[in-house]
């Protein structure tokens, strides 16, 4: 049985730190548990295998990840043009669109669309126009680095993660089940 709330909210994590993702799915997780339908849109993973998209299977048909990006825009073994990735990030938002207005889902996660923002392969306005077409009783969650302050004011939970210490400062690389 399908249990939802009275209004839909729109749910920034961002910040430095580590846990954007993670607390996305673990809100994905939560309402998969109340018979809601999740989709997970990617906008910057897309070239990596992720053990998200492997539990997404066993979650299916509830809870779908579907990824869009490039891979992470100037960084690692980033090897597409500002072009490319530009357009892989407005082809996600369109396709994020669609499917929150098609009525099939209950919860919307635009991972990683904050740093698609920060770095202009998305314009704000497109992103903010997004959220004005959201249904009133329809939950989206957007993160990523860099939220800028108009997306900021313009939700109803944010949270900040912030980076107090990390492996990767002593030289660990991500390391399997706990960064991918």
Partial sequence: MKEKGKHGFVIVYTGDGKGKTTAALGMAFRAVGR???????????????????????????DFEIVPMGKGFYRILDDHYT???????????????????LSGAYDL??????NNSISTDLLPLDAVLDFLDAKPPDFNVVLTGRGAPPELVERADIVTEMREIKHPYQKGIFAQKGIDF
């Fill in 35 to 61: 018979g809601w339908k999740v989709l997970m849109v990617q906008f910057m993973k897309g070239t990596w295998h992720y053990a998200e998209l492997d539990t997404a299977k066993r979650l299916a048909p």
């Fill in 108 to 113: 919307l996660i635009l991972d990683e669309v």
């Fill in 82 to 100: 500002e072009e490319q990735h530009r357009e892989a990030a407005l082809a996600a938002l369109q396709f994020a669109r669609d499917k929150m």
